[in-house]
């Protein structure tokens, strides 16, 4: 059902909102309970410091699942939702998780903050780069705890490599790259069917275009077509880009990008591409790159710094040096000679656990992935994308966040909203 409870688009019952502060226990509320949303109020219920009080989908199908999960793992039963609008009215929460697809990330997100709650919001961030951009100011207008799940940040040994790599262990980085293998079979093509019983399809389709139900275009598979999803680039290279950009300490915008790929094997109706490669340059002269491959390939992949003194390498729970000419091994570190850190949350992912952490401090800088930083990894992935849908180099003005004399580039980095799930002008 459609809420009927307050008005459409950006929640009118957010005007006012008095932020209480948050008790020893966070009341927590996940919306998008499938997938990667179920690992979220999943973890949340094993922290000492968080409870799941509310779960929000607008696949009904997938509700009685949580509720038996949560009440198993020793929570009181919680509430449901099938419309967000209606669960942000609950006073009682107090911070959210997104698991939701990624077009409906900025959306989410944005009212939450007018809400008065704190945000956990999986990569990518956001659709486009105007949204992410919304997503920013409305987390710092609110005041907001807004933590983006590029939790690979908080793996020790990228932690390790980070902290060596800026202390110079190669020298000056002028180069890295981001290698994703992941294979994805064919989804084939599907013909158009009735609505399943139990879905809400406008409110699963939201800010994105109407269409006609297609199992292709629902449950995971709507990462595969450009008005839904960001692709593989967003699904998962921003994980790659984001340490990698982490580990040269880029904190701007790339100014020309250029990426190439295609669709290769499979029929099917996928409009993404399954092999993409992308490189970014800045004014610096810095270069990074990212490929990700999705048919049988060598498996190798993992993260490449090249240094003026050598070259490191990231690869699973191990990173490596190499340096001279001769590249003779240097520093050598896996997650066994890392103790593990002090935790306030020891039963949790350290990513989680730095949320609940912020949240209580409300001090957004001590966030391992706040929403600016999420903003500036996902925007490469799109930036990408861009450059592949174009078909050509493009030449990005940072500081404005556009293209240069490019209105065709321009033209991707918002997109055309469905009334009433129209990204706020003013946040």
Not at 130 to 137: D, I, L, Q
Not at 190 to 212: F, I, K, Q, T
Not at 220 to 241: I, K, M, P, R
Request: aromatic residues 10%.
């Amino acid at each position: 059902m459609v809420s009927t409870g307050i008005a459409v688009g950006a929640p009118a019952y957010i005007r006012g909102y008095a932020t209480r502060n948050p008790s020893d226990v966070i009341n927590m509320a996940s919306v998008g309970i499938r997938s990667q949303g179920r690992n979220h109020y999943r973890t949340f219920m094993r922290s000492k410091n968080a409870r799941v009080i509310a779960v929000c989908d607008p696949d009904e199908n997938l509700l009685p699942r949580a509720v038996t999960d949560i009440e198993e793992m020793g929570g009181a039963k919680p509430k449901t939702y099938i419309d967000v609008r209606d669960l942000l009215e609950n006073k009682d929460i107090e911070a959210i998780s997104i698991g939701a697809p990624d077009y409906w990330h900025a959306l989410i997100a944005i009212w939450a903050c007018q809400a008065g709650k704190d945000v956990y919001v999986e990569k990518p961030l956001s659709y486009t780069i105007a949204e992410g951009r919304k997503m920013v100011e409305a987390a710092r207008k609110y005041n907001r705890i807004v933590q983006v799940g590029t939790q690979h940040r908080s793996n020790k040994v990228s932690k390790k490599a980070i902290q060596m790599l800026h202390e110079g262990v190669i020298g000056d980085i002028y180069f890295g790259r981001g290698t994703v293998y992941g294979y994805r079979g064919s989804i084939g093509r599907v013909a158009d069917s009735p609505v399943p019983e139990g879905v809400n399809w406008d409110l699963y389709r939201g800010p994105a275009p109407m269409r006609p139900f297609n199992t292709n275009h629902f449950h995971y598979n709507w990462h595969w077509y450009w008005d839904t999803g960001t692709g593989e680039f967003g699904n998962n290279g921003v994980h790659s880009l984001d340490r990698i950009r982490l580990g040269m300490k880029k904190n701007v915008h790339p100014s020309k990008i250029s990426c190439c790929g295609g669709f290769y094997a499979h029929d099917s109706d996928q409009e993404v591409p399954n092999l993409q490669i992308a490189t970014f340059e800045y004014d610096d002269g810095a270069i990074m790159e990212v490929v990700v491959r999705s048919l049988p390939t060598p498996s190798e992949g993992g993260l490449l710094w090249l240094g003026t003194e050598g070259y490191a390498e990231l690869t699973g729970s191990s990173f490596q040096t190499f340096m001279g000419p001769k590249k003779e091994p240097g520093v050598k570190i896996t997650s066994e000679d890392i103790p593990d850190a002090e935790s306030s949350d020891p039963e949790i992912n350290p990513h989680y656990a730095n949320f609940l952490d912020c949240i209580k401090s409300r001090n957004h800088n001590d966030l391992v992935a706040d929403v600016l930083e999420g903003h500036m990894s996902t925007s490469m992935m799109l930036l990408g994308n861009i450059a592949y849908r174009t078909g050509r180099k493009l030449i990005f003005d940072g500081k404005t966040e556009r293209f240069v004399n490019d209105k065709e580039a321009d033209s991707y980095l918002t997109r055309e909203y469905r009334k009433p799930y129209v990204l706020p002008e003013k946040v």
